[in-house]
């Protein structure tokens, strides 16, 4: 079965950072698309950034220049590096993997908040 699970997640104050994390097992991690989404309440959940097999990478215009999402295949582990973050970046983030289908991570809390 697939898993996904991330960790990082936390309080920061505006201006600060945090680095998530999502451990992948179950699936040809090498092979597969993945990405970061978050929503916050009473929002829809958002894509914030996904990179492809072939390393391509795609983020949300509110994110560009902050996040940075990279994957590490050894470890079959997707990052999501956050920096110079803001309020309105407080929500649960999800991991997801695309192979033949969508899978998501239970997701972990991110309040930015002074």
């Known amino acids: 079965q697939v898993q996904l699970v991330e960790s990082g997640g936390g309080l920061a104050q505006p201006g600060g950072s945090l680095r998530l994390s999502c451990a992948a097992s179950?699936?040809?991690?090498?092979?597969?698309?993945m990405g970061w989404y978050r929503q916050a309440p009473g929002k829809q959940r958002e894509l914030v950034a996904h990179?492809?097999?072939?390393?391509?990478?795609n983020y949300a215009d509110s994110v560009k220049g902050r996040f940075t999402i990279s994957r590490d295949n050894a470890k079959n582990t997707v990052y999501l590096q956050m920096n110079s973050l803001k309020p309105e970046d407080t929500a649960v983030y999800y991991c997801?993997?695309?192979?033949?289908?969508?899978?998501w991570g239970q997701g972990t809390q991110v309040t930015v908040s002074s």
């Open positions: 997801n993997a695309y192979y033949t289908r969508e899978y």
């Open positions: 179950g699936i040809i991690f090498s092979f597969t698309t």
């Open positions: 990179i492809t097999p072939g390393y391509s990478t």
